[in-house]
């Protein structure tokens, strides 16, 4: 299988595609369940300082990426295998819960569909190799915290901390036979790790200093070390630039078509995600297009 892949393209696109699909089955999991496993223990820490009870909505139990297993948050059927195929399940079923007939969101098939549909892409853009796993990894990552950010408001670190480490790590292994265009080295991965935590860390003291308000989270910062850690300071100016003009645009589109409440705060994760993982495949060309277009 493996001398297949590297004879031809299509089928290592096929396989990323079919196992990533399988991985964005997974990745539902861990998008729904690990805030929730995030505020248990934040109430537990807090219950344990206060020494008083709070009341508690979550799921009581064992809970984590593992167990309980899936089941409808309707009549509280588990989820069987056959169930449980990505994208085709949903269709079979029509949607719905193969016990009660609850709708079932669309939200789940499309992450799963969308999550291989980047990984594909990700091999197409750099063959067999290296690369194109690691690559694939980073866009399974940020796929995680962005829908994360946009249900909650949160980064987990248990997610985006390692993200960062793993980048510096990678850093040490540069160069490696046959890559040059996503492995950066030590020098490059830390100082992307400093300037783009303390640029967006600068940003939110001074509008926080202006305004007196919270303008971001903390895990943005990570977020965009993370990103520094992995492709380089170098290439921090157009993921903020980029991350900035589509988040203000969305925004406003909102605003307008459905008259969302300007005083509602938005997750600026999506908006890093999106524009870190389309400088990763083609930042080198949109900035020396940029520069042919203004020069």
């Known amino acids: 299988m493996l001398e297949l892949m590297h004879e031809s393209a299509t089928v290592f696109i096929v396989v990323v595609f079919a196992f990533t699909l399988l991985l964005g089955s997974f990745l539902n999991v861990v998008i729904y369940?690990?805030?929730?496993?995030?505020?248990?223990?934040?109430?537990?820490?807090?219950?344990?300082?206060?020494?008083?009870?709070?009341?508690?909505?979550?799921?009581?139990?064992?809970?984590d990426l593992v167990m309980p297993r899936s089941g409808c948050p309707s009549c509280g059927a588990l989820i069987t295998a056959w169930q449980n195929i990505p994208v085709i399940s949903y269709l079979v079923l029509k949607g719905r819960c193969a016990t009660c007939k609850t709708p079932i969101p669309l939200r789940y098939p499309l992450i799963e569909l969308s999550t291989a549909l980047?990984?594909?892409?990700?091999?197409?853009?750099?063959?067999?190799?290296?690369?194109?796993?690691?690559?694939?990894?980073?866009?399974?990552t940020l796929m995680a915290i962005a829908m994360i950010d946009a249900d909650t408001q949160l980064i987990p670190d248990s997610i985006v901390l390692p993200l960062m480490w793993l980048g510096l790590a990678m850093?040490?292994?540069?160069?490696?036979?046959?890559?040059?265009?996503?492995?950066?080295?030590?020098?490059?991965?830390?100082?992307?790790?400093?300037?783009?935590?303390?640029?967006?860390?600068?940003?939110?003291?001074?509008?926080?200093?202006v305004t007196g308000k919270d303008g971001m989270g903390y895990g943005d910062f990570k977020l965009l070390a993370a990103l520094g850690a992995w492709l380089g300071w170098q290439q921090l100016p157009m993921i903020i630039m980029m991350s900035a003009i589509v988040g203000a645009v969305i925004n406003i589109v909102m605003i307008i078509a459905k008259g969302k409440d300007r005083s509602i705060p938005i997750p600026f994760g999506p908006y890093l995600a999106a524009a870190g993982w389309i400088t990763m495949l083609w930042g080198e060309n949109i900035k020396n297009t940029y520069i042919d277009l203004m020069f």
Do not use: C
């Open 33 to 63: 369940r690990l805030p929730i496993m995030m505020e248990r223990e934040w109430r537990e820490q807090a219950e344990e300082l206060s020494n008083t009870p709070s009341e508690n909505d979550l799921p009581e139990g064992r809970f």
């Open 118 to 140: 980047l990984a594909a892409v990700v091999a197409w853009h750099f063959g067999v190799g290296w690369e194109a796993l690691m690559a694939i990894g980073l866009t399974i």
């Open 171 to 209: 850093s040490l292994f540069h160069p490696l036979p046959g890559t040059n265009t996503l492995f950066i080295g030590p020098s490059d991965a830390i100082v992307g790790v400093m300037a783009g935590y303390l640029t967006l860390w600068s940003v939110f003291w001074v509008f926080k200093l």
